[in-house]
């Protein structure tokens, strides 16, 4: 509460104390003035001065209460725009940067952030023109812009680096950039390289021109079908129509529109020939066709007219989507580094404990083989708030879930198998009971680790499911050979 709030409501309490003292006063001195004609009259009527009085006070107080709790605060009124549902995401993912430990990851995370939050702001629409080395990206770009905005006609792989130019549309009020990319499938590490670019570029798209110059190629089709399952909002343009007849065109479309039925419409396939072959007329005189793109200005003009406005918001919330993606992957990697260190701790300074004072028996159920402690330090690590005896009743449960399954008698067998080959019998009959108990902490704090990571849940397959799967990953001969070695150096030989 605000000091203004409590100020104001102690200055009515002192107003109230002093009405009230007031009040009786007056009260006193007309009841005494009353007694002298009537005392029986003057019984009554101060017993209902004084129930109105009570019912003043506890009205009063009522309201006083209600005046002094903390107000609760309402949640966040929905998004009313894509607009503001892509501010809200990018908030979203910056407060989750401020759970990343790693300073380097945080700040190349915050910087992609920062840099949707700025463009989303600028309001500037991004057309990136995507394909192959071949389609004739830069041809396109080229008849779109009406001037020479790059070289056309060269050797595959011409565009080294994404290029920018700005692009006008009649009707569109929007301010656009058109983005050439490298192309797709060009040949040598450089060449994938820059693909793996071009890809990138294209995923950040506000809309996406698809070029090619023939049927899909397989080459072609994965990236365009991966961008189209993400949502990427897409145009398919067949360039060079200008090779075939005018059926060959209408073919290609319609294949390229039954591949991509499920994902693209019949009237986002657009033919156009950016830069048409020269003509040899009969007088042996060069023709030079004029570029034919006005079916792609056309269905430009109208996709931007009727979605520009969601366009560039659709795909900041796409691109906050997949940024929230890399940031939890980041976290989660975070915190399984974090959960392994918490396992290792535990399941030291329990064998320690054990073999330095066995119990007989192998009797891990209230052991370091399932440890509350473990319980509420994996708890933290994932933010989930558990209490010790809810971490005991976590570990009775797991506990007896190993004796059931089994995996405790099979780590008995692993483990002595491995201390026999590396200790004399002696030895290892002796730390067994330490060592068992480390295996087994750490196939229960890895089975929390994961209960905690799918936020409290055990999945369709319950505990037992989850456990049995930590035992087959920790049971390989490899790790075994290395966890006995461990063991050694940390619990038998100290």
């Known amino acids: 509460m605000g000091r203004l709030r409590w100020l104001l409501s102690l200055t009515g309490a002192l107003v109230a104390v002093v009405a009230l003292v007031i009040l009786v006063d007056v009260l006193a001195r007309f009841h005494a003035t009353l007694t002298l004609i009537s005392p029986l009259l003057a019984n009554g009527v101060l017993l209902l001065i004084g129930v109105l009085l009570v019912a003043v006070i506890a ?20 998004p009313r725009t894509p607009q ?11 407060q989750q940067l401020d759970q990343i430990a790693d300073t380097v990851a945080q700040q190349a995370l915050r910087e992609q952030s920062q840099a949707l939050t700025a463009s989303l702001e600028r309001g500037v629409l991004r057309l990136v023109v995507f394909g192959t080395g071949s389609a004739g990206k830069t041809s396109l770009i080229n008849a779109l812009l ?11 792989g011409t565009t080294l680096e994404r290029q920018s130019y700005p692009l006008t549309l009649a009707g569109v009020p929007q301010t656009l950039e058109l983005v050439d990319t490298p192309g797709l499938a060009e040949v040598g590490p450089t060449g994938t390289a820059r693909g793996q670019q071009a890809r990138q570029w294209a995923t950040e798209a506000d809309l996406l021109l698809f070029v090619v110059d023939n049927d899909l ?14 949502g990427k909002r ?23 529109t039954q591949t991509l039925s499920n994902q693209l419409s019949p009237e986002d396939v657009v033919a156009v020939a950016a830069n048409p072959k020269p003509v040899t007329m009969t007088d042996g005189d060069q023709w030079q066709p004029a570029p034919e793109v006005w079916p792609l200005v056309t269905r430009l003009a109208q996709v931007l007219r009727q979605e520009g406005a969601d366009l560039m918001a659709d795909n900041m919330l796409l691109q906050a989507q997949r940024l929230r993606d890399q940031a939890r992957t980041v976290i989660d990697q975070q915190r399984q580094q974090q959960a392994d260190q918490v396992i290792d701790r535990f399941q030291w300074i329990g064998a320690g404990v054990l073999a330095v ?13 399932v440890n509350a402690q473990m319980v509420v330090a994996l708890g933290q690590v994932y933010g989930c708030s558990v209490s010790l005896a809810e971490g005991r009743e976590l570990a009775l449960s797991l506990a007896k879930t190993l004796t059931s399954l089994g995996v405790v008698k099979g780590a008995l067998q ?3 198998l491995g201390l026999q080959t590396n200790l004399t019998t002696v030895l290892a009959g002796r730390a067994l009971q330490g060592v068992s108990a480390a295996y087994l902490t750490r196939i229960a704090g890895k089975s929390f680790a994961q209960y905690f990571r799918q936020n409290q849940d055990w999945g369709d397959g319950g505990m037992g499911e989850v456990v049995q799967k930590q035992f087959e990953l920790n049971r390989r001969e490899e790790f075994v050979k290395a966890f006995v070695q461990d063991a050694i150096a940390s619990v ?3």
């Open 357 to 369: 004072t066995p119990l007989p028996g192998l009797d891990l159920l209230a052991t370091a083989a």
């Open 59 to 78: 009205t009063g107080g009522y309201y006083l209460l209600l005046f002094t709790r903390p107000r609760r605060r309402r949640p966040p009124a929905p």
């Open 492 to 494: 038998v030989r100290p």
């Open 234 to 256: 897409s145009l398919v343009v067949l360039n060079k129509t200008d090779l075939y007849l005018e059926m060959e065109v209408r073919q290609i479309c319609d294949r390229i």
């Open 84 to 94: 503001e549902a892509a501010r809200a995401s990018l908030s979203a993912v910056e």
């Open 414 to 416: 692993l483990l002595s």
């Open 146 to 156: 009406g001037e020479v905005a790059g070289e056309t006609g060269a050797p595959l």
């Open 217 to 230: 190629r397989q080459s072609e089709y994965g990236p365009l079908r991966a961008l189209l399952a993400m």
